[in-house]
């Protein structure tokens, strides 16, 4: 399958500061990436869609603010945590998909936050 | 309210044991995809499958699609250790592109 990378693996951060996390395709472009949050024992929901060389489209409830999302170029999609709060913690999970079947997607390995 | 049902929300069986999970939904999907997931890790894509009534197999594993798409299931034989992990559904529904994910199910297979 398709191969998709996420950096950092893992963050730890003070509260008030800012953390960016970078979704990468590495074996394909994508035009479209999505990035999802994940709290312990339960599904992803869907935070955004991030879109190369537009603004990203935000679900309902989150702080496009709070949330800054850049897709600079068709491999790369970053999105950061600006002025976290504990309650950010979370699980953070891109994906992108390889075709114009943009349901089919292929997800990174995610990125755990932990703001104290 | 989640669009997508899955049941069991958790299941710990014996190796050599089948499973089935099941996904439900009142919604009609386009596609339904099937993912696993390990603790710490990003969903792998399993299958998808696009046509109502349509069945795929993937090694031990079964996957359906209803005749309406408004549920599929996942059947394992001769479950092994290795299946272990949180499995997930998920879909577009018909007027959409975006996945909707099931709650997920945890499943164990002891050795």
């Known amino acids: 399958g398709a191969v998709v990378s996420q950096h950092p693996s893992w963050v730890i951060c003070k509260s008030g500061t800012s953390v960016k996390i970078e979704c990468r395709s590495l074996?394909?472009?994508?035009?479209?990436m999505f990035w999802y949050r994940q709290f312990p024992k339960q599904s992803l929901m869907l935070m955004a869609t991030?879109?190369?060389?537009?603004?990203?489209?935000?679900e309902q409830g989150v702080e496009k603010d709070k949330f800054l999302i850049n897709h600079a170029s068709l491999t790369l999609s970053t999105l950061t945590v600006t002025s976290a709060h504990p309650e950010d913690s979370s699980f953070y999970i891109c994906?992108?998909?390889?075709?114009?079947?943009?349901?089919?997607?292929?997800f990174g390995p995610g990125t755990r936050l932990t703001v104290t | 309210t989640q669009l997508l049902e899955q049941s069991p929300q958790f299941l710990s069986i014996q190796e050599g044991e089948n499973l089935t999970v099941y996904c439900n939904s009142s919604s009609v999907f386009s596609s339904l995809q099937w993912y696993r997931q390990e603790p710490g890790e990003g969903p792998v894509l399993l299958v998808t499958?696009?046509?109502?009534?349509e069945v795929k197999k993937l090694k031990r594993l079964t996957f359906q699609f209803g005749d309406a798409r408004k549920d599929s299931s996942l059947h394992i034989t001769a479950a092994q250790p290795g299946d272990t992990g949180l499995y997930l559904c998920a879909g577009p529904p018909s007027n959409d592109y975006k996945l909707s994910f099931g709650a997920g199910t945890t499943v164990t297979v002891r050795a």
């Open positions: 991030s879109n190369e060389g537009s603004k990203a489209t935000y």
């Open positions: 074996d394909f472009q994508a035009t479209t």
């Open positions: 499958v696009v046509t109502g009534g």
């Open positions: 994906s992108a998909p390889t075709s114009g079947l943009l349901y089919e997607q292929y």
